[in-house]
DNA sequence: CTGAAAGCGCTTACAG
DNA sequence: CTGAAAGCGCTTACAG
């Protein structure tokens, strides 16, 4: 196993009896040599185990390399895996190889990553923001002259392409659904108020809800950590409200998964005595107990349209900034 | 939104007033400069918005890149989401950045996949190689002198770090608590017969088989698409069988889900009048209904323990070769 | 098609 | 710390 030394173009260019030039013309595949050389030299290059040195070649040609950096969040987050596999698939296609990145929500990181994949010389950026990036990465991101989308968080002031959902609407949907429904005391349940998600997510409920005529009562806000367990301790703390509420809207399937668990536990059967509705429809909403009914956000659709624009940008820096705001989707299941 | 031009070492050196040579001992963090210096010179970087150039770097010091390729069969696979988390998680703690790619268990990418990689000049490869790789691939890879780690799947006379897991043990385990359970007649469905990943667990299933003293029948063997639909035209198959069987082991867990949707449909109730266990012990198993008894086979930590070879094999590329065969896990549930 | 030269942005080694 | 030179593996442009 002893390291080998690379080969190079030069190598080759000699074993085959041509020059540098000829064999540069030929792994780039111009049609301008004879049909005789260029077998010749590709046998060679077979012989030797030529690998081409794309890093070199873009380097010498300042081309942008057809490499794309994805920022997301948590691999562990369902949501961004799905919106990971639609990213994947269409850069994939695109002849694009990606390079991974995830933040944790901590603005450190992501500076952290995108100065990694800009020192990596990416051909351009898909990033899901921070929940609070800094004043500086908002700045830094200004600055990046290669080609950047933004996804699912939009960041003030800074005119990128973007793609995402309208949370508001989303919320609405929801909670409008549980007032046709008949419900007057709905709770929203869950997620931390520092985020943008939440804000959104609690305006459209506060909109819903007043449109309707209903007051809103805050002691029916309940926040949590945005995991199964903040679920179920935030569903136990709105129980003993002493007006509980007939329904929930749960910040997304995670803490709707533990609202129903919690509801069991107290001997409440959700979509009977309680009606319960999620956010995100991930894959496993369908597969509650019992199957939740839930808002989808589209998640691998809002990355393959990331994937899209940034292609666009890339094949054409000067094309008119895009913003899509995919509309979700009410999905009624048995929990409603 | 021009095209900037970009700030290189030297105009950093000149606008800071330093010899570049200076410059390069401070972006590579050397000690041996005054603190005045590198100060000022930071500030300039600051300044000029410079990015270091990581790719002209390793190439000029022909260092291997912090780069690494994760080559997986389908991002859309639970195992291999998993897997991912932990090959990303792990090799991101030590510093890397990760290519990813998916060959969607084609030989043909497979092949373009690691000439990208190679191409792209990263430090090291973990592969999930595809069900047949060819002979030529095989061959390739053999040649390939960075450090690669296999995963999943072994290589026929390829001597490189490997980490799986005892697909063999994990179907007898699987098997044997059916047997305990007091069942004979097991069915064993899904999967098709060309995989190894099928193979291995057939031969589990009737080497348990065999050591209780039952005799294999092979019509109780049926095979289908790895999925939920598969699994349900499984069910149905061998549910018209003369002598239906009383437990099924099935190919995975989607399969297996797919199974238990087809037994209520005949109005037969899984965990009661039939038992039925998967493999995998995906995130949606415990979610089934009933919760499914399963086999966990510890794609986290495939990858994680991937990621550490690999890593271990960079620093080290004189290593003794190492072998992981991680032991699958029985988790009991309310399905038998 | 060839051949020699210059350059992409960096590192390396060395004399001062 | 500086300065000048050489080189990583490629592309580019040009005269022949």
Redesign the pocket.
């Known amino acids: 196993m002893e390291e080998k030394?690379?080969?190079?173009?030069?190598?080759v260019?000699k074993h085959a009896?041509?020059?540098?030039?000829?064999?540069?013309?030929i792994?780039?595949g111009s049609p301008?040599?004879?049909?005789?050389?260029?077998k010749k030299v590709l046998a060679s290059m077979q012989e030797l185990g030529?690998?081409?040195?794309r890093v070199?070649?873009n380097?010498?040609?300042?081309?942008g390399s057809s490499t794309v950096g994805l920022i997301i969040t948590d691999i562990a987050n369902p949501f961004y895996t799905e919106l990971l596999r639609g990213v994947h698939n269409a850069l994939e296609e695109a002849g694009y190889d990606v390079f991974l990145g995830t933040t944790f929500d901590s603005d450190a990181r992501q500076e952290q990553l995108i100065s990694r994949m800009l020192e990596h010389r990416v051909g351009g950026i898909i990033l899901c923001p921070v929940s609070h990036s800094s004043k500086n990465t908002i700045e830094r991101i200004k600055q990046i002259d290669i080609p950047i989308v933004l996804a699912v968080r939009e960041l003030e002031n800074v005119m990128c392409d973007y793609v995402g959902i309208d949370y508001v609407a989303g919320a609405q949907m929801a909670v409008n659904h549980l007032i046709q429904k008949g419900h007057r005391r709905i709770a929203f349940l869950g997620g931390t108020s520092e985020s943008s998600a939440w804000k959104e997510r609690r305006q459209g409920y506060c909109m819903a809800l007043t449109r309707a005529g209903i007051e809103i009562d805050e002691s029916l806000i309940v926040q949590s950590a945005v995991s199964r367990d903040g679920g179920t301790e935030a569903v136990q703390r709105v129980l003993n409200n002493p007006k509980p509420p007939s329904a929930a809207f749960c910040f997304n399937d995670f803490v709707a998964h533990g609202v129903l668990q919690g509801l069991k536990v107290n001997g409440i059967e959700p979509g009977k005595d309680i009606a319960v509705v999620g956010f995100d429809n991930n894959n496993e909403a369908p597969l509650y107990n019992p199957p939740l009914t839930t808002v989808s956000s589209f998640a691998r659709l809002i990355g393959s349209q990331a994937a899209n624009l940034l292609n666009y940008r890339i094949l054409d820096q000067n094309r008119e900034k895009q913003r899509i705001i995919l509309q979700p989707e009410l999905v009624v299941r048995k929990s409603s």
């Open positions: 030394k690379r080969v190079t173009l030069m190598d260019a009896g041509v020059s540098r030039a000829t064999a540069s013309l792994v780039r301008k040599i004879a049909e005789k050389t260029r030529y690998v081409y040195d070199a070649a380097m010498r040609s300042q081309k």
